[in-house]
């Protein structure tokens, strides 16, 4: 698995605005992340969110976010959008799902699929949380400390 592409976010733009407008809390691209065995991300949104949270930290394929481009005929679009921790290449995360597994050192344990929800249809554009049934990524908890760095292309 090669890691692309790292983002950590101070605040929620969807999560918890249901009704509302969408936040606008900065995604931020990062060389490094700091994880913190059953806490989360230093610096992310979701550290320390709740006990057991089943997205300490979230995993997204370039493959899936090449085939969505290519699908809508979308240029330009960041991977940031999909507001994910870990840009990836070369696995399938859904088969990650109730495994353990390394990265760089980590450890996680895959917990579900990070569902999309019908804010993707907003930041990306109609028909992407169709699209993305199925493919929206991967929740999983933290269970060693470490540094997970951005690999150079």
């Known amino acids: 698995m090669k890691i692309l592409h ?5 605040g929620h733009n969807f999560f918890g605005h249901h009704g509302q407008p969408a936040g606008k809390s900065p995604i931020l691209s990062v060389n490094e992340i ?8 230093e610096g ?8 057991n949270y089943k997205g300490q930290i ?3 394929a370039m493959e899936v976010f090449l ?3 290519e699908k809508f005929q979308i240029t330009g ?3 940031s959008v999909f507001r ?3 840009i990836t290449q070369g696995v399938d995360l859904n088969t990650l799902i109730g495994q353990p597994f390394e990265i760089q050192g980590v450890k996680f344990q895959g917990i ?4 999309p929800c019908y804010w993707m249809n907003q930041a990306v554009t109609e028909g992407a949380e169709k699209f993305l049934k199925g493919l929206g990524g991967l929740r999983a908890h933290i269970l060693s400390d470490g540094i997970i760095r951005k690999q150079i292309q």
């Open 6 to 10: 790292l983002f950590i976010s101070p």
């Open 34 to 41: 700091r994880c913190v065995a059953g806490r989360g991300i």
């Open 44 to 51: 992310d949104r979701f550290f320390d969110h709740k006990e």
């Open 58 to 60: 979230t995993f997204f």
């Open 67 to 69: 085939a969505l481009c």
């Open 77 to 79: 679009l960041d991977a």
């Open 84 to 86: 994910r921790n870990v």
């Open 112 to 115: 579900e699929e990070c569902s």
